[in-house]
């Protein structure tokens, strides 16, 4: 098993003095396990992601360490080797293939002279057919549709091939089957003890098919654990101003569903 990703201390301030503040504070994401971080509209999310990349602007404090060694003292080459990183939205300035894209993915790996290798483009062919995107592999991504571009961008990610993967909303543009598809893929790369974390907007996906949930509010860590213990009524109430109840599906994993505040009437 790989060592989880701990963060000691962190904080990130966006947009100068006055701007918003994210933490500090301490945290874990346990090697192994599928991590889903939510939260309301700006809580800190995606400053949280962009943080653990140490992306700029942000005025970062702290420490991000794995496996003893603190990941903001390392060169953006070895972080790269370290940290997959796929954003809401991956934008392209050339007209890249489907790909060309993915096998960005691989460049922290490549030699001196920066040759991409039959190894390397196999990987991506392979992360491109993990996503059900490898029909595309010939299409120029800027023509894909948002969901296709989507399945590109997580590919990309999986080529990287990381202890560490960070996904910034990545099922938001997909449908259902692709939702479920991806989930899967994401335990798989989980499973070998790598650190897999994902911003989720979907509180009831988030209990079904992720172990952890780290809940931000206002720059703030207000519970983090297993989903179980996190996502409760009373913190979803609390943190979000929504009523929901727990359920118990077949399998015996629990999920939420909103309350909503005026009843659906069946169609006539």
Do not use: W
């Not at 490898?134 to 023509?143: E, I, K, S, V």
């Not at 997909?174 to 899967?184: K, N, P, S, Y």
């Not at 179980?228 to 939420?256: I, K, M, Q």
């Amino acid at each position: 098993m790989r060592p989880d990703l701990r963060l000691d201390a962190l904080s990130a301030r966006a947009g100068g003095p006055g701007g918003f503040t994210l933490g500090p504070f301490s945290t874990h994401f346990p090697a192994g396990a599928l991590t889903a971080i939510v939260g309301p509209n700006g809580s800190g999310k995606t400053t949280l992601l962009r943080a653990m990349m140490e992306t700029r602007p942000l005025a970062i404090t702290g420490r991000v360490d794995l496996g003893g060694q603190d990941l903001r003292q390392v060169t953006l080459r070895a972080r790269a080797r370290t940290i997959a990183f796929v954003p809401q939205r991956l934008e392209l300035r050339f007209p890249f293939s489907a790909l060309e894209v993915v096998e960005l993915g691989r460049t922290p790996h490549l030699g001196f002279y920066g040759v991409t290798s039959g190894r390397d483009r196999e990987l991506a062919r392979q992360a491109l057919e993990a996503t059900d995107a490898l029909h595309l592999a010939a299409r120029r991504y800027d023509t894909l549709s948002a969901g296709e571009q989507q399945r590109v961008a997580i590919a990309r990610g999986l080529a990287q091939d990381t202890p560490v993967l960070l996904l910034d909303e990545p099922l938001a543009n997909l449908d259902l089957a692709h939702q479920e598809l991806i989930v899967r893929q994401l335990h798989r790369v989980a499973e070998p003890g790598r650190v897999v974390a994902m911003v989720l907007h979907d509180l009831a996906l988030a209990a079904t098919v992720c172990e952890r949930t780290l809940v931000l509010d206002r720059g703030a860590v207000v519970a983090a654990g297993p989903s179980s213990d996190t996502l409760t009524p009373e913190l979803v109430a609390r943190v979000f101003g929504v009523a929901v109840e727990r359920l118990t599906l077949s399998d015996g994993r629990g999920t939420l569903a909103r309350r909503l505040p005026v009843p659906i009437r069946a169609a006539e």
